[in-house]
């Protein structure tokens, strides 16, 4: 699916009603955490989210965003490589601009781009035995 804003995915035609086991967001669009829970599998849905490293986007200090939104966790971290996403372009928010973008994914490579695989958070013994 292309040109779908993550932040409203509640107006997605394509979408009503229809639940995903893993959903792999390969842009750093962070309001997108907390409009997915819709359309995530609400037992055991994933999402894979991609992020550079460095300013600015280290200062957005995502363990506590996903952490704020209260049933989330980061399930792991890994390294992003664009290779095992076929057709993956890297582009800056306002697309690719001659002169200052770079081809081939050479932006991110050199940056260590992670991939951080977001989870439900599990439930605790105690509180299932309570159910």
Same mark, same amino acid.
């Given at each position: 699916?292309?040109?779908?804003?993550?932040?409203? #995915?509640?107006?997605?035609?394509? %979408? +009503?009603?229809?639940?995903?086991?893993?959903?792999?967001?390969?842009?750093?669009?962070?309001?997108? %955490? &907390?409009? =997915? &829970? !819709?359309?995530?599998?609400?037992?055991?849905?994933?999402?894979? %989210?991609?992020?550079? &490293?460095?300013?600015?986007?280290?200062?957005?200090?995502? +363990?506590?965003?996903?952490?704020?939104?209260?049933?989330?966790?980061? !399930?792991?971290?890994?390294?992003?490589?664009?290779?095992?996403?076929?057709?993956?372009?890297? !582009?800056?928010?306002?697309?690719?601009?001659?002169?200052?973008? @770079? &081809?081939?994914?050479?932006?991110?490579?050199?940056?260590?781009?992670?991939? %951080? #695989?977001?989870?439900? +958070?599990?439930?605790? @013994?105690?509180? @299932?035995? !309570? =159910?």
């Amino acid at each position: 699916m292309f040109s779908v804003d993550a932040t409203q #995915l509640d107006k997605c035609k394509e %979408l +009503k009603n229809k639940r995903f086991d893993k959903i792999a967001f390969l842009i750093s669009c962070i309001p997108f %955490l &907390s409009s =997915r &829970s !819709r359309n995530s599998d609400k037992y055991d849905g994933e999402i894979f %989210l991609s992020l550079k &490293s460095g300013l600015p986007y280290d200062n957005w200090n995502i +363990k506590n965003i996903i952490k704020s939104i209260g049933n989330l966790v980061i !399930r792991a971290t890994n390294p992003f490589i664009p290779s095992q996403y076929p057709g993956y372009q890297h !582009r800056r928010t306002l697309g690719f601009q001659e002169g200052i973008s @770079k &081809s081939d994914n050479e932006e991110i490579t050199d940056k260590k781009a992670k991939i %951080l #695989l977001i989870g439900k +958070k599990e439930e605790s @013994k105690k509180s @299932k035995k !309570r =159910r």
